[in-house]
Protein backbone atom coordinates (compact mmCIF):
# COMPACT_ATOMS: atom_id res chain seq x y z
CA UNK A 1 0.00 0.00 0.00
CA UNK A 2 1.61 3.63 -0.98
CA UNK A 3 2.15 5.96 1.91
CA UNK A 4 0.54 9.73 2.41
CA UNK A 5 2.14 12.54 3.40
CA UNK A 6 0.27 15.05 5.78
CA UNK A 7 0.73 18.36 5.19
CA UNK A 8 -0.64 21.01 7.89
CA UNK A 9 -1.09 24.34 6.76
CA UNK A 10 -3.56 27.00 8.02
CA UNK A 11 -4.79 24.59 10.61
CA UNK A 12 -6.28 22.00 8.26
CA UNK A 13 -4.54 18.84 7.55
CA UNK A 14 -4.09 17.18 3.86
CA UNK A 15 -3.15 13.96 2.94
CA UNK A 16 -0.90 13.70 -0.40
CA UNK A 17 0.25 10.77 -2.16
CA UNK A 18 3.33 9.55 -2.67
CA UNK A 19 5.39 7.61 -5.33
CA UNK A 20 8.56 5.09 -4.88
CA UNK A 21 10.22 4.54 -8.38
CA UNK A 22 11.61 0.75 -9.35
CA UNK A 23 15.27 1.99 -7.68
CA UNK A 24 13.37 3.12 -4.34
CA UNK A 25 13.19 6.79 -5.22
CA UNK A 26 10.82 8.48 -3.35
CA UNK A 27 8.48 11.50 -4.20
CA UNK A 28 5.15 13.06 -2.73
CA UNK A 29 2.94 14.22 -5.26
CA UNK A 30 1.94 17.71 -4.87
CA UNK A 31 0.21 17.78 -8.24
CA UNK A 32 -3.18 18.71 -6.44
CA UNK A 33 -1.93 20.93 -4.21
CA UNK A 34 -2.89 24.19 -5.56
CA UNK A 35 -6.46 23.01 -6.03
CA UNK A 36 -7.21 21.78 -2.48
CA UNK A 37 -4.91 24.27 -0.55
CA UNK A 38 -4.18 27.57 -2.72
CA UNK A 39 -0.48 27.01 -2.01
CA UNK A 40 1.86 25.95 -5.20
CA UNK A 41 5.23 24.27 -4.14
CA UNK A 42 8.66 26.46 -5.22
CA UNK A 43 11.70 25.36 -5.87
CA UNK A 44 13.91 27.65 -7.26
CA UNK A 45 16.68 25.64 -10.55
CA UNK A 46 14.64 22.28 -9.46
CA UNK A 47 16.56 20.65 -7.24
CA UNK A 48 14.14 18.49 -5.34
CA UNK A 49 11.83 18.81 -8.33
CA UNK A 50 10.90 15.40 -9.97
CA UNK A 51 9.29 17.14 -13.16
CA UNK A 52 8.28 13.63 -14.43
CA UNK A 53 8.24 10.07 -14.34
CA UNK A 54 10.98 8.22 -16.92
CA UNK A 55 11.87 5.07 -17.58
CA UNK A 56 15.33 5.83 -19.98
CA UNK A 57 17.91 6.75 -17.36
CA UNK A 58 18.73 6.21 -13.34
CA UNK A 59 21.65 8.46 -11.26
CA UNK A 60 22.29 7.58 -8.17
CA UNK A 61 24.40 11.02 -7.56
CA UNK A 62 25.23 9.32 -3.61
CA UNK A 63 27.00 6.25 -5.15
CA UNK A 64 27.89 7.67 -8.60
CA UNK A 65 25.85 5.23 -10.57
CA UNK A 66 24.28 6.40 -13.71
CA UNK A 67 22.70 3.55 -15.92
CA UNK A 68 20.68 3.88 -18.95
CA UNK A 69 17.58 1.65 -19.51
CA UNK A 70 19.25 -0.52 -16.63
CA UNK A 71 22.60 -1.21 -18.22
CA UNK A 72 25.50 0.44 -16.09
CA UNK A 73 27.39 2.80 -18.36
CA UNK A 74 30.64 1.06 -17.65
CA UNK A 75 29.36 -2.04 -19.17
CA UNK A 76 28.20 -0.25 -22.27
CA UNK A 77 31.58 1.60 -22.70
CA UNK A 78 33.29 -1.30 -22.12
CA UNK A 79 31.11 -3.32 -24.78
CA UNK A 80 28.55 -1.24 -26.86
CA UNK A 81 28.45 1.52 -29.41
CA UNK A 82 27.10 4.72 -29.92
CA UNK A 83 24.51 3.56 -32.19
CA UNK A 84 23.95 0.43 -30.27
CA UNK A 85 23.65 2.34 -27.35
CA UNK A 86 21.44 4.88 -29.34
CA UNK A 87 19.16 2.19 -30.05
CA UNK A 88 18.70 0.94 -26.42
CA UNK A 89 18.10 4.56 -25.19
CA UNK A 90 15.58 5.55 -27.59
CA UNK A 91 13.47 1.91 -27.48
CA UNK A 92 13.91 0.92 -24.55
CA UNK A 93 15.67 -2.36 -24.74
CA UNK A 94 19.44 -3.82 -26.55
CA UNK A 95 18.56 -4.64 -30.66
CA UNK A 96 18.91 -8.10 -31.94
CA UNK A 97 21.27 -8.37 -35.04
CA UNK A 98 18.41 -7.55 -37.36
CA UNK A 99 17.44 -4.63 -35.10
CA UNK A 100 20.64 -3.38 -35.16
CA UNK A 101 21.35 -3.43 -38.96
CA UNK A 102 18.02 -2.01 -39.98
CA UNK A 103 18.81 0.71 -37.75
CA UNK A 104 22.26 1.64 -39.03
CA UNK A 105 20.99 1.06 -42.47
CA UNK A 106 18.23 3.84 -41.40
CA UNK A 107 20.97 5.91 -40.40
CA UNK A 108 22.90 5.77 -43.73
CA UNK A 109 19.66 5.88 -45.59
CA UNK A 110 19.12 9.57 -44.66
CA UNK A 111 22.38 10.85 -43.53
CA UNK A 112 22.08 13.59 -46.60
CA UNK A 113 20.61 16.93 -46.23
CA UNK A 114 18.79 18.23 -48.79
CA UNK A 115 20.40 20.07 -50.66
CA UNK A 116 19.48 22.73 -51.08
CA UNK A 117 19.97 23.75 -47.25
CA UNK A 118 23.45 24.31 -48.35
CA UNK A 119 22.96 27.50 -49.18
CA UNK A 120 21.64 28.12 -45.54
CA UNK A 121 25.14 27.55 -44.63
CA UNK A 122 26.85 30.01 -46.41
CA UNK A 123 24.11 32.85 -44.91
CA UNK A 124 26.27 32.30 -41.22
CA UNK A 125 29.66 34.39 -41.58
CA UNK A 126 33.10 32.78 -41.06
CA UNK A 127 33.77 32.78 -37.19
CA UNK A 128 29.70 32.03 -36.42
CA UNK A 129 29.91 28.99 -33.29
CA UNK A 130 28.91 25.66 -34.66
CA UNK A 131 26.78 25.44 -31.71
CA UNK A 132 24.40 28.71 -33.06
CA UNK A 133 24.88 27.00 -36.92
CA UNK A 134 23.74 23.70 -35.28
CA UNK A 135 20.23 24.59 -33.54
CA UNK A 136 19.90 26.85 -36.62
CA UNK A 137 20.40 24.06 -38.88
CA UNK A 138 18.08 21.25 -37.06
CA UNK A 139 15.34 23.71 -37.13
CA UNK A 140 15.68 24.79 -40.70
CA UNK A 141 15.65 21.20 -41.94
CA UNK A 142 12.12 20.90 -40.62
CA UNK A 143 11.43 23.63 -43.78
CA UNK A 144 12.60 20.96 -45.98
CA UNK A 145 10.53 17.92 -45.18
CA UNK A 146 6.94 17.90 -45.21
CA UNK A 147 6.36 15.00 -42.30
CA UNK A 148 8.00 17.51 -40.38
CA UNK A 149 5.91 20.76 -41.03
CA UNK A 150 2.70 18.77 -40.68
CA UNK A 151 3.71 16.68 -37.77
CA UNK A 152 1.15 14.68 -36.29
CA UNK A 153 1.57 14.23 -32.70
CA UNK A 154 1.18 10.29 -31.31
CA UNK A 155 0.25 8.91 -34.50
CA UNK A 156 3.47 8.88 -36.34
CA UNK A 157 3.51 5.81 -38.59
CA UNK A 158 7.35 7.11 -39.59
CA UNK A 159 8.37 7.88 -36.09
CA UNK A 160 11.52 5.73 -36.65
CA UNK A 161 12.58 7.17 -39.98
CA UNK A 162 12.57 10.55 -38.00
CA UNK A 163 14.80 9.02 -35.28
CA UNK A 164 17.15 7.93 -37.87
CA UNK A 165 16.96 11.17 -40.05
CA UNK A 166 17.64 13.31 -36.51
CA UNK A 167 20.18 11.15 -35.39
CA UNK A 168 22.26 10.82 -38.49
CA UNK A 169 21.57 14.40 -40.06
CA UNK A 170 22.81 16.03 -36.83
CA UNK A 171 26.25 14.82 -37.11
CA UNK A 172 26.23 16.05 -41.09
CA UNK A 173 24.68 19.12 -39.92
CA UNK A 174 27.68 19.46 -36.91
CA UNK A 175 29.95 18.69 -39.83
CA UNK A 176 29.07 21.36 -42.05
CA UNK A 177 28.88 23.69 -39.29
CA UNK A 178 32.41 23.15 -38.57
CA UNK A 179 33.50 23.52 -42.32
CA UNK A 180 31.72 26.64 -42.77
CA UNK A 181 33.03 28.87 -39.78
CA UNK A 182 36.23 27.95 -41.12
CA UNK A 183 35.38 28.44 -44.95
CA UNK A 184 36.46 24.66 -46.12
CA UNK A 185 34.16 23.25 -49.06
CA UNK A 186 31.77 20.50 -47.93
CA UNK A 187 32.14 17.25 -47.58
CA UNK A 188 29.06 14.62 -48.45
CA UNK A 189 28.90 11.38 -45.87
CA UNK A 190 30.44 7.82 -47.06
CA UNK A 191 28.17 4.87 -47.46
CA UNK A 192 30.64 2.21 -46.45
CA UNK A 193 31.74 4.15 -42.92
CA UNK A 194 30.01 3.83 -39.57
CA UNK A 195 28.38 6.39 -37.83
CA UNK A 196 31.31 7.84 -35.48
CA UNK A 197 34.08 7.03 -39.09
CA UNK A 198 31.80 9.49 -41.16
CA UNK A 199 31.97 12.32 -38.51
CA UNK A 200 35.23 12.66 -38.52
CA UNK A 201 35.57 12.17 -42.60
CA UNK A 202 33.24 15.19 -43.09
CA UNK A 203 35.31 16.97 -40.84
CA UNK A 204 38.27 16.67 -41.73
CA UNK A 205 38.65 14.92 -44.86
CA UNK A 206 39.65 17.50 -48.21
CA UNK A 207 38.02 16.93 -51.84
CA UNK A 208 40.70 15.70 -53.29
CA UNK A 209 41.94 13.43 -49.75
CA UNK A 210 40.47 11.57 -47.15
CA UNK A 211 41.24 11.90 -43.40
CA UNK A 212 43.18 8.74 -42.80
CA UNK A 213 40.99 7.33 -40.04
CA UNK A 214 42.87 5.76 -36.95
CA UNK A 215 41.16 3.02 -34.92
CA UNK A 216 42.13 4.96 -31.56
CA UNK A 217 40.81 7.95 -32.54
CA UNK A 218 37.47 6.68 -33.98
CA UNK A 219 36.85 4.56 -30.34
CA UNK A 220 37.59 7.41 -28.49
CA UNK A 221 35.01 9.61 -29.93
CA UNK A 222 32.32 6.88 -30.29
CA UNK A 223 33.10 6.37 -26.03
CA UNK A 224 32.43 10.58 -25.77
CA UNK A 225 29.14 10.29 -27.84
CA UNK A 226 28.12 6.99 -25.86
CA UNK A 227 29.11 8.77 -22.28
CA UNK A 228 27.30 11.65 -22.90
CA UNK A 229 23.84 9.63 -24.39
CA UNK A 230 21.96 10.56 -21.87
CA UNK A 231 21.44 11.89 -18.60
CA UNK A 232 18.09 12.27 -17.08
CA UNK A 233 16.41 15.56 -16.11
CA UNK A 234 19.18 17.71 -16.53
CA UNK A 235 18.64 21.30 -18.29
CA UNK A 236 18.55 20.45 -21.77
CA UNK A 237 16.66 17.16 -22.03
CA UNK A 238 14.34 18.96 -19.52
CA UNK A 239 13.68 21.81 -22.12
CA UNK A 240 13.92 19.40 -24.98
CA UNK A 241 10.31 17.84 -22.68
CA UNK A 242 9.05 21.33 -22.44
CA UNK A 243 9.41 22.29 -25.93
CA UNK A 244 7.75 18.76 -26.73
CA UNK A 245 5.02 19.10 -24.49
CA UNK A 246 3.29 22.08 -27.17
CA UNK A 247 3.38 18.65 -29.43
CA UNK A 248 6.14 20.61 -31.27
CA UNK A 249 7.65 18.77 -33.54
CA UNK A 250 10.95 16.42 -32.54
CA UNK A 251 13.73 18.33 -34.64
CA UNK A 252 12.16 22.02 -33.25
CA UNK A 253 12.33 20.22 -29.86
CA UNK A 254 15.65 19.34 -30.11
CA UNK A 255 17.11 22.32 -31.36
CA UNK A 256 16.01 23.70 -28.31
CA UNK A 257 17.74 21.29 -26.44
CA UNK A 258 20.88 22.34 -28.42
CA UNK A 259 20.48 25.94 -27.08
CA UNK A 260 19.93 24.89 -23.63
CA UNK A 261 23.12 22.77 -23.60
CA UNK A 262 25.61 25.55 -25.11
CA UNK A 263 25.77 27.35 -21.77
CA UNK A 264 28.68 26.87 -19.59
CA UNK A 265 27.05 25.79 -17.12
CA UNK A 266 25.61 23.06 -19.04
CA UNK A 267 27.41 21.20 -22.21
CA UNK A 268 29.73 24.14 -22.68
CA UNK A 269 31.71 23.21 -19.67
CA UNK A 270 33.78 21.04 -21.80
CA UNK A 271 35.13 23.87 -23.93
CA UNK A 272 35.56 26.30 -20.78
CA UNK A 273 37.63 23.46 -18.96
CA UNK A 274 39.90 23.70 -21.69
CA UNK A 275 40.53 27.54 -22.03
CA UNK A 276 40.69 27.41 -18.24
CA UNK A 277 43.50 25.13 -18.54
CA UNK A 278 45.23 27.36 -21.53
CA UNK A 279 44.84 30.50 -19.43
CA UNK A 280 46.61 28.56 -16.75
CA UNK A 281 49.27 27.25 -18.80
CA UNK A 282 49.91 30.52 -20.68
CA UNK A 283 49.91 32.66 -17.48
CA UNK A 284 52.82 30.37 -16.21
CA UNK A 285 50.68 29.15 -13.14
CA UNK A 286 51.17 25.48 -12.39
CA UNK A 287 47.33 25.74 -10.96
CA UNK A 288 47.45 26.69 -7.53
CA UNK A 289 46.69 30.46 -8.46
CA UNK A 290 43.73 29.42 -10.19
CA UNK A 291 42.86 27.07 -7.42
CA UNK A 292 42.90 29.86 -4.91
CA UNK A 293 40.93 32.31 -7.35
CA UNK A 294 37.96 29.86 -8.02
CA UNK A 295 37.11 29.76 -4.11
CA UNK A 296 37.01 33.34 -3.83
CA UNK A 297 33.43 33.94 -4.92
CA UNK A 298 34.16 38.06 -6.09
CA UNK A 299 37.11 36.75 -8.38
CA UNK A 300 33.92 35.48 -10.92
CA UNK A 301 36.59 32.18 -11.54
CA UNK A 302 35.31 28.52 -10.80
CA UNK A 303 36.87 25.23 -11.46
CA UNK A 304 35.27 24.27 -14.76
CA UNK A 305 34.79 20.65 -15.44
CA UNK A 306 34.57 20.56 -11.35
CA UNK A 307 31.17 20.08 -9.55
CA UNK A 308 27.66 18.46 -10.08
CA UNK A 309 24.22 19.09 -8.99
CA UNK A 310 23.40 15.78 -8.41
CA UNK A 311 26.70 13.59 -8.07
CA UNK A 312 28.40 13.99 -4.85
CA UNK A 313 30.46 11.09 -4.66
CA UNK A 314 31.80 11.02 -8.01
CA UNK A 315 30.72 11.13 -11.92
CA UNK A 316 31.11 7.58 -13.63
CA UNK A 317 31.45 9.25 -16.66
CA UNK A 318 34.98 11.08 -15.59
CA UNK A 319 36.25 8.03 -14.36
CA UNK A 320 35.89 6.23 -17.73
CA UNK A 321 36.84 9.15 -19.87
CA UNK A 322 39.97 9.71 -17.34
CA UNK A 323 41.09 6.63 -18.49
CA UNK A 324 40.29 6.88 -21.70
CA UNK A 325 42.40 9.82 -21.88
CA UNK A 326 45.28 8.75 -20.40
CA UNK A 327 45.47 5.38 -23.03
CA UNK A 328 44.65 7.75 -26.32
CA UNK A 329 47.33 10.33 -25.40
CA UNK A 330 49.86 7.05 -24.97
CA UNK A 331 48.48 5.62 -28.02
CA UNK A 332 49.20 8.28 -30.20
CA UNK A 333 52.54 9.19 -27.86
CA UNK A 334 50.83 12.14 -27.26
CA UNK A 335 51.99 14.37 -23.93
CA UNK A 336 49.84 17.72 -23.12
CA UNK A 337 51.02 20.36 -20.91
CA UNK A 338 47.24 21.17 -19.86
CA UNK A 339 46.81 17.51 -18.94
CA UNK A 340 49.47 17.62 -16.41
CA UNK A 341 47.83 20.94 -15.36
CA UNK A 342 44.29 19.21 -15.30
CA UNK A 343 45.95 16.50 -12.81
CA UNK A 344 47.92 18.98 -10.63
CA UNK A 345 44.09 21.07 -9.85
CA UNK A 346 42.49 17.28 -9.86
CA UNK A 347 44.86 16.53 -7.31
CA UNK A 348 45.19 19.79 -5.18
CA UNK A 349 40.56 20.35 -5.49
CA UNK A 350 40.43 16.43 -4.10
CA UNK A 351 42.75 17.64 -0.95
CA UNK A 352 41.39 21.12 -0.46
CA UNK A 353 38.89 21.44 2.08
CA UNK A 354 36.29 23.47 0.11
CA UNK A 355 35.87 21.09 -2.39
CA UNK A 356 35.79 18.53 -0.55
CA UNK A 357 33.15 20.04 2.39
CA UNK A 358 30.86 20.99 -1.10
CA UNK A 359 31.51 17.44 -2.38
CA UNK A 360 32.64 18.85 -5.50
CA UNK A 361 34.21 16.52 -8.14
CA UNK A 362 35.55 16.28 -11.23
CA UNK A 363 32.61 15.77 -13.57
CA UNK A 364 32.71 14.62 -17.74
CA UNK A 365 33.62 17.85 -19.24
CA UNK A 366 37.20 18.03 -17.09
CA UNK A 367 38.89 15.35 -18.98
CA UNK A 368 36.79 15.15 -22.27
CA UNK A 369 38.28 18.24 -24.23
CA UNK A 370 42.08 16.94 -23.49
CA UNK A 371 41.18 14.05 -25.26
CA UNK A 372 39.16 15.89 -28.00
CA UNK A 373 42.20 18.25 -28.46
CA UNK A 374 44.34 14.79 -28.29
CA UNK A 375 42.80 13.48 -31.62
CA UNK A 376 42.61 16.70 -33.29
CA UNK A 377 38.89 18.09 -32.56
CA UNK A 378 38.64 21.72 -32.36
CA UNK A 379 37.94 23.68 -29.35
CA UNK A 380 34.76 25.42 -30.52
CA UNK A 381 33.56 22.20 -31.72
CA UNK A 382 33.69 20.38 -28.03
CA UNK A 383 30.04 21.31 -27.06
CA UNK A 384 28.51 20.24 -30.60
CA UNK A 385 30.53 17.22 -29.73
CA UNK A 386 28.45 16.50 -26.98
CA UNK A 387 24.97 17.44 -28.77
CA UNK A 388 25.89 14.42 -30.98
CA UNK A 389 26.02 12.73 -27.99
CA UNK A 390 23.06 13.88 -26.47
CA UNK A 391 20.59 13.27 -29.02
CA UNK A 392 19.67 9.46 -28.27
CA UNK A 393 18.95 11.10 -24.68
CA UNK A 394 16.65 13.87 -26.11
CA UNK A 395 14.74 11.88 -28.51
CA UNK A 396 13.83 9.01 -25.77
CA UNK A 397 12.51 11.94 -23.81
CA UNK A 398 10.63 13.12 -26.60
CA UNK A 399 9.03 9.58 -27.02
CA UNK A 400 8.14 9.35 -23.84
CA UNK A 401 5.92 12.64 -23.44
CA UNK A 402 4.64 11.84 -27.08
CA UNK A 403 3.77 7.96 -25.99
CA UNK A 404 2.24 9.06 -22.87
CA UNK A 405 -1.62 9.52 -23.59
CA UNK A 406 -2.24 12.01 -20.58
CA UNK A 407 0.93 14.17 -21.15
CA UNK A 408 -0.38 17.81 -20.47
CA UNK A 409 1.41 21.13 -21.71
CA UNK A 410 4.39 21.80 -18.70
CA UNK A 411 3.38 25.02 -17.36
CA UNK A 412 5.16 25.59 -14.07
CA UNK A 413 3.56 28.26 -11.84
CA UNK A 414 5.06 31.40 -10.35
CA UNK A 415 5.18 33.71 -6.91
CA UNK A 416 4.82 36.68 -8.10
CA UNK A 417 6.69 39.87 -6.14
CA UNK A 418 6.56 42.72 -8.50
CA UNK A 419 4.16 45.22 -8.03
CA UNK A 420 0.52 45.62 -6.87
CA UNK A 421 -2.18 46.99 -8.75
CA UNK A 422 -0.15 50.59 -10.39
CA UNK A 423 -1.85 52.75 -13.02
CA UNK A 424 -0.60 54.08 -16.43
CA UNK A 425 0.86 57.62 -16.24
CA UNK A 426 0.87 59.87 -19.49
CA UNK A 427 3.89 60.39 -20.82
CA UNK A 428 4.15 64.09 -20.10
CA UNK A 429 3.12 63.47 -16.34
CA UNK A 430 6.34 61.19 -15.60
CA UNK A 431 8.73 62.18 -14.22
N1 LIG B 1 34.22 25.84 -8.70
C1 LIG B 1 34.16 26.50 -7.52
N2 LIG B 1 33.09 26.48 -6.70
C2 LIG B 1 32.03 25.76 -7.08
C3 LIG B 1 32.02 25.03 -8.29
C4 LIG B 1 33.16 25.09 -9.10
N3 LIG B 1 33.22 24.41 -10.27
N4 LIG B 1 30.83 24.40 -8.45
C5 LIG B 1 30.10 24.71 -7.35
N5 LIG B 1 30.84 25.53 -6.52
C6 LIG B 1 30.42 26.02 -5.21
C7 LIG B 1 29.32 27.08 -5.35
O1 LIG B 1 29.90 28.37 -5.46
C8 LIG B 1 28.54 26.87 -4.08
O2 LIG B 1 29.32 27.44 -3.00
P1 LIG B 1 28.57 28.05 -1.70
O3 LIG B 1 27.84 26.88 -1.08
O4 LIG B 1 29.67 28.60 -0.86
O5 LIG B 1 27.65 29.11 -2.22
C9 LIG B 1 28.57 25.36 -3.88
O6 LIG B 1 29.78 24.93 -4.53
C10 LIG B 1 27.37 24.64 -4.47
O7 LIG B 1 27.30 24.97 -5.85
P2 LIG B 1 26.00 25.31 -6.68
O8 LIG B 1 26.34 26.30 -7.73
O9 LIG B 1 24.89 25.63 -5.74
O10 LIG B 1 25.71 23.92 -7.34
P3 LIG B 1 24.69 23.67 -8.50
O11 LIG B 1 24.18 22.29 -8.29
O12 LIG B 1 23.70 24.78 -8.62
O13 LIG B 1 25.59 23.73 -9.83
C11 LIG B 1 27.16 23.14 -11.47
C12 LIG B 1 26.18 22.63 -10.41
C13 LIG B 1 27.65 21.96 -12.31
C14 LIG B 1 26.45 24.12 -12.41
C15 LIG B 1 28.33 23.84 -10.77
O14 LIG B 1 29.03 22.90 -9.96
C16 LIG B 1 29.30 24.48 -11.75
O15 LIG B 1 29.08 25.62 -12.15
N6 LIG B 1 30.39 23.76 -12.19
C17 LIG B 1 31.28 24.26 -13.20
C18 LIG B 1 30.64 24.11 -14.58
C19 LIG B 1 30.65 22.69 -15.07
O16 LIG B 1 31.65 21.98 -14.98
N7 LIG B 1 29.50 22.25 -15.63
C20 LIG B 1 29.36 20.92 -16.22
C21 LIG B 1 28.40 20.05 -15.49
S1 LIG B 1 28.55 18.32 -16.02
C22 LIG B 1 27.97 18.33 -17.63
C23 LIG B 1 26.51 18.42 -17.68
O17 LIG B 1 25.85 17.41 -17.39
O18 LIG B 1 25.99 19.51 -18.00
Given at each position: ??????????????????????????????????????????????????????????????????????????????????????????????????ELKRFSDLLGTHQFLHEDMKYHFEGFPTGAHPMAILSSMIN???????????WQWGKM????????????????????????????????????????????HMLFSMPYEDFQLKPEVVKALD?????????????????????????ANLFASCAAGVCALWGPLHGGANQAVLEMLADIHNSGDDGSKFITASK???SGKKLMGFGHRVYKNHDPRATIIKKACDDVLA????????????????EAALKDSYFVERKLYPNVDFYSGIIMRAI?????????????????????????????????????????????????VDLEARK
Open positions: MSKEAKLELDGKVYSLPTLTGSEGEKAVDVSTLRATTNYITIDDGYGNTGSCASKVTFIDGDQGILRYRGIPIEELAEKSTFVETAYLIIYGELPNAVAASCFDEGLMKKQFDVYVAKLISQVRTIAAYSYRKSHGLPLIYPKQNYKYTENFLLIFLLHADHEQNCSTSTVRMVASSQDKNKLHITDPLLDIAKKLEGIPVEMFTVIFAIGRMPGWIANYKEIMDEPKSRIYRPRQIYTGKTVNHY
